[in-house]
């Protein structure tokens, strides 16, 4: 199994940028779709973001389109989330996850992610 290990939360003003990273270690996650998630303090984890193996279907949660954007180097076996005009409601514990599959079918991605890492916390205060 793969193992994911997020890096690259802070703390930033409201309309900063921060850029997550996630290295996976122990096989390769070219030919698996990948995820990034949050969850917020006392609230439920929700989906942020979604990238298939080929980076050709890229999906967003609606508050974080035109803000957020996923990407993924497979040579380097890793995912990205670059964060832009970041707002107090992005504060949370944000984490990467991989499907075995290359593709997310379901509505519900979290019901499709094998692995998944150790979150990375993202603060956005002023």
């Known amino acids: 199994q793969v193992q994911l290990a997020e890096s690259g939360g802070g703390s930033v003003q409201p309309g900063g940028s921060l850029t997550l990273s996630c290295a996976a270690s122990g096989r390769t996650i070219r030919s698996s779709a990948m995820a990034w998630f949050r969850q917020a303090p006392g609230k439920e984890r929700e989906f942020v973001a979604s990238i298939n193996w080929n980076a050709e279907i890229i999906r967003y949660a609606e508050s974080v389109k035109g803000r957020f954007t996923i990407s993924r180097d497979n040579r380097k076996n890793t995912l990205f989330l670059q964060m832009n005009n970041l707002e107090y409601e992005d504060t949370a514990v944000y984490y990467c996850?991989?499907?075995?599959?290359?593709?997310?079918?379901?509505?519900?991605?979290?019901?499709?992610?094998?692995?998944w890492g150790q979150g990375t916390q993202v603060t956005v205060s002023s």
């Open positions: 996850a991989g499907s075995q599959s290359g593709f997310i079918f379901t509505s519900n991605p979290a019901a499709a992610m094998n692995s």
